[in-house]
């Protein structure tokens, strides 16, 4: 028989041992195992949703945070180049001020030193004149000029306006003591008597007459009452001519300052504007920049200064400017420019004043006709126009000092010759 | 020659003895029970694991799909029986290729005792899935006529399944041997792949047939009971 009833019941019992047996060693381990596993991945995939979540969250508000730094940044960049900004634009203006104060006090003191040495070679001069007249006069002064001298003071009594014959008049009434006659040299008699007569004439009254020599006059007489003084006297003129050139001198002072503040800009605009047309006439080419300014400056120039002769072409030429900002570096052009010009015209202002006032006032001494000896500066006599016309004006400042005292000598020698002539 | 391994006694005393069967099937439970211990000894459960490891896991999570795709509800519980009938013959099958072994499901008496328990199985998975009254009222349906074939075709099928196995393996071993004594080389060799196939066939026959028999028990609250399918003559070679 092919079944073997004790091999079945050992093979049941066997099975079921086997399954017992790889229940207990196979089927449990391995399912726990693989259930571990899968829980382990199942934990690892969640606790790397819950990191990504996380990481996402974080990277969010990283990226939040980045861009706010962004803004501060930028903000801050801002600002900080605003600050710049105006920082320099700060710098820039303490800069160009400290700059304009600079030049201007440079300008200043340059003005400062050229005015006092015009101020001092022009009393030096004055001076001067003075005393070579004084000395020629008081060299020319004698008796016979006394006599001529008391001519003249009593047909000035003679011609006495009313106002000063009243105020001498009366005068003379309430005075105390005798009317005092001061004269350079002793009068003889008979011009005492005529002064007496005249007086008496002119006064209607008689007068009493104290004589006096005062050497100090130089020439002349003088008559003092009671606090009135009829004078005439060359020291009389010469303090009156002293006094006409001190007033002389100040005018020239406040109109160069006023000639100063005036010109320059003016001037340059114009120029500036002038030379602008020419550049549009041109074609708006560019390269033509220094002839067009030079042009519309020979033009503009020649329009104020027509009057005045000097032409400050060659300084104009000298300075070729570009193109690009002619009037920035037009601007200080005119100002040194403009000082040269104004002397010189002053100059001639004076020059003519100085002329008719020698003319007016100096005529008693042409009357007694002085002969000026030994003149030291009329041998070195220069000629005054070529020298202050073509005035190198583009040069510097030091050499205008010396042009400027070249033509005060100039003029002061010219007023010399003038005396002389008279 | 002899048919069945039961045939070889190596002790025997009145009724009790020792043949080859019983000691081929120690042998195998040693083998399956000491490798599955060594493996199982130091498992991982982290993604780093041993070979053996990943073939063991293969195996039974191979197993566990099978009972899950025939539609059991709770592979795991099932496991340990089914598993260890589809391993067990697919083993003494697979160690044919061992000289001088007899596999122990060459002999009817082996066969014999797997459809019996088996045929025990069913209905104790039965009762304890759905209560005695449940599971004995399967036999009444659909009507109480049916009872006898009921109980003819639970009888039939455990007899099916013995013989089928006992069949397949014995002849497996009888052909190589027969072959063996007309052509010694080359073709055994090949008639003894083959018996390698046919083994692995049956056992997964036998064990998915088992595991049919069961799902019938057992699912019967589902709306649609698989009728269980008859055992195919196909399967004889």
Not at chain 1, 59 to 70: C, G, I, L, S, V
Not at chain 1, 341 to 354: C, G, L, P, Q, R
Not at chain 2, 37 to 51: D, E, F, N, P, W
Request: aromatic share 6%.
């Amino acid at each position: 028989m092919l079944i073997d009833w004790f091999t079945v019941i050992a093979q049941v019992v066997n099975f079921l041992i086997l399954v017992w047996l790889l229940k207990h060693f196979l089927y449990r381990p391995i399912l726990d195992a693989i259930d571990a596993r899968e829980k382990r991945i199942a934990k690892e995939l969640a606790d790397a949703d819950a990191k990504k979540v996380e990481a996402r969250k974080e990277r969010d508000e990283f990226q939040h945070k980045n861009e706010e730094f962004e803004q501060q940044r930028s903000a801050l960049m801002n600002s900080v180049t605003e600050e710049a900004k105006t920082e320099r634009q700060r710098l820039l203006d303490e800069a160009r001020q400290a700059a304009d104060a600079l030049s201007a006090k440079r300008q200043e003191a340059l003005q400062n030193d050229a005015h006092n040495l015009n101020q001092a070679i022009s009393r030096r001069t004055q001076q001067e004149v003075f005393a070579i007249a004084r000395k020629a006069l008081t060299d020319l002064a004698a008796t016979s000029l006394e006599e001529r001298l008391a001519d003249v003071f009593t047909r000035r009594l003679r011609e006495m306006d009313e106002q000063t014959k009243n105020g001498i008049g009366q005068a003379l009434k309430t005075a105390s003591e005798p009317a005092l006659v001061r004269s350079a040299f002793d009068l003889p008699a008979a011009q005492r008597t005529a002064i007496q007569q005249v007086l008496n004439q002119a006064f209607s009254a008689e007068i009493p007459i104290r004589f006096e020599t005062a050497p100090e006059l130089i020439g002349g007489i003088e008559l003092t009452t009671n606090g009135q003084k009829l004078a005439w006297s060359i020291a009389g003129y010469l303090a009156s001519l002293e006094k006409g050139v001190a007033e002389l001198l100040k005018e020239k002072e406040k109109a160069e300052a006023q000639a100063q503040a005036k010109k320059p800009s003016e001037l340059t605009q114009r120029i500036g504007k002038r030379a602008y047309e020419l550049y549009e006439e041109h074609g708006r080419k560019t390269g033509h920049a220094a002839e067009d300014w030079e042009q519309a400056e020979h033009e503009i120039r020649e329009k104020i200064h027509k009057p005045v002769k000097t032409e400050p072409k060659p300084e104009a030429k000298a300075k070729p400017k570009p193109e690009a900002e002619p009037e920035a570096k037009a601007e200080p052009e005119p100002q040194t420019e403009a000082k040269p010009e104004n002397i010189v015209k002053t100059k001639h202002a004076d020059k003519a004043d100085s002329e008719s006032g020698a003319k007016t006032e100096a005529k008693p001494a042409n009357k007694v006709e002085p002969k000026p000896e030994g003149i030291p500066e009329a041998k070195a006599k220069p000629e005054p126009e070529p020298e202050t016309e073509p005035e190198p004006e583009a040069k510097a400042k030091p050499e205008n000092k010396v042009a400027s005292t070249l033509s005060a000598k100039a003029e002061l020698s010219e007023s010399e010759s003038e005396v002389k002539n008279q | 020659m002899h048919l069945s391994p039961d045939e070889i006694i190596f002790w025997q005393s009145g009724f009790v003895k020792l043949n080859a069967t019983i000691v081929y099937t120690w042998g195998l439970m040693a083998v399956l029970a000491v490798g599955s211990k060594l493996v199982t000894r130091k498992l991982s459960a982290g993604l780093q694991r041993t070979r053996w490891q990943n073939l063991l896991e293969i195996v039974v999570t191979g197993i566990d799909k099978q009972i899950a795709e025939v539609g059991m509800s709770q592979p795991e519980k099932y496991l340990g029986f089914l598993g260890t009938l589809f391993l067990f013959v697919a083993m003494a099958s697979l160690f044919t290729i061992v000289p001088g072994y007899e596999p122990p499901t060459g002999s009817l008496s082996t066969t014999a005792a797997l459809a019996i328990c088996v045929f025990v199985a069913v209905p104790l998975f039965g009762i304890e899935d759905q209560g005695l009254g449940g599971y004995l009222g399967d036999y009444l349906k659909p009507t109480v006529i049916m009872l006898p074939f009921n109980i003819i075709s639970e009888l039939s099928r455990t007899l099916a399944l013995a013989v089928r196995l006992f069949g397949n393996m014995m002849s497996g071993t009888m052909i190589i041997a027969i072959l063996l004594t007309i052509t010694p080389f080359i073709f055994p060799i090949a008639m003894s792949a083959l018996g390698l196939l046919t083994g692995m066939v049956q056992a997964y026959i036998f064990s998915i047939l088992a595991t049919v028999y069961i799902a019938a028990a057992t699912r019967v609250r589902k709306p649609k009971p698989a009728p269980a399918p008859e055992p195919e003559p196909a399967a004889k070679h």
